[in-house]
């Protein structure tokens, strides 16, 4: 019980891991000297 | 998808022709930094170990040098780093079998060996490198970089480090067998050599790729493991998508710091 909780608590950490990435790939295309918004930027990518 | 077009032409190409190539640069190369780092580190049970251990930083540096005092195009230099990367490596794997003592005590010291001659060879190239225009380049390569990731250099390097690092995430299993011992690893049923190789190949290959696109960064491959061991534990099953994702994500950040920080854009390795 202690070992399936501690690997579920792993990979947690793993999914939030990936989860911090997509929000700050996100953040930091639209950051720049040529700043454009957040949501912009992430339309720009996904169109 | 078909969204609705609310930004300007403008908008667009500083995204998909500037930051989408730059940040996808940034995610490949801290990622496959960091996973050879963490592989390295428990094929050789050594948590002092970098991606750099067998001499593909220096080999590659050598051949971008050599590329950029031969004056060729971007291009060529990144391909001419991959391969003097590989061909140290190369060179580093020829040596144990030479004197027919395959320990990785053997090993790595032979990654010091060809490292310490690759160095050599690269302060050769400095001192007959035109001062103006050359010698800068080559110690701004040196530093590391992504500013100039194209798309295209995606393309071209970013599904080859894809399949190598998924490889490597199918066999992490195998270096925890590994990482036991050899004789240990024998007596549970794992083909030592062979897995020890392809692991060692696997993760030669995503450095060698990560440092012909952006030059030589030091301390992602050394540090992240670590960051990843106090998250997750020694266990390489989740160790290493681990250390992976938080290799990627700090060069990210990094990058992001590096082009923002200053008015002119400070090298990676600062």
Known sequence: MGNKRNSMAKRATITGIAVAIVISFVTCLSLGRYHIPVWQAAKIVLN | MNLEVTWTEQMASVILDIRLPRLAGAFLVGGALSLSGATYQGLFKNPLVSPDLLGVSSGACVGASLAILLNRTSLEIQLAALVMG????????????????PSNLMLVLAGIIVS??????????????????QLASIVFWTMGSLASVKGQDILLVGPVMLVVALI???????????????????????????????????????????????????????????????????????LMPASALLGALFMIIVDTIARNLTGSEIPLSI
Not at chain 2, 116 to 133: N, R, T
Request: positive net charge.
């Open chain 2, 116 to 133: 310490g001659f690759m160095s050599a060879i690269l302060g050769i190239i400095k001192y007959v490198a035109d001062l103006e225009s």
């Open chain 2, 86 to 101: 590989l061909l140290a490596v190369f060179f580093t794997i020829t040596i144990p079998k030479f004197f027919r003592n």
């Open chain 2, 168 to 238: 490597l995430i199918l066999i992490r299993w195998r270096i925890n067998l590994l990482s036991l011992g050899d004789s240990e690893a024998k007596s549970l049923g794992v083909n030592v050599p062979r897995s020890r190789g392809l692991a060692i190949v696997c993760a030669t290959i995503l450095t060698a790729c990560a440092v012909c696109l952006c030059g030589t960064i030091g301390w992602v491959g050394l540090i992240m493991p670590h960051l990843g061991r106090l998250l997750v534990g020694e266990d390489n099953r989740y």
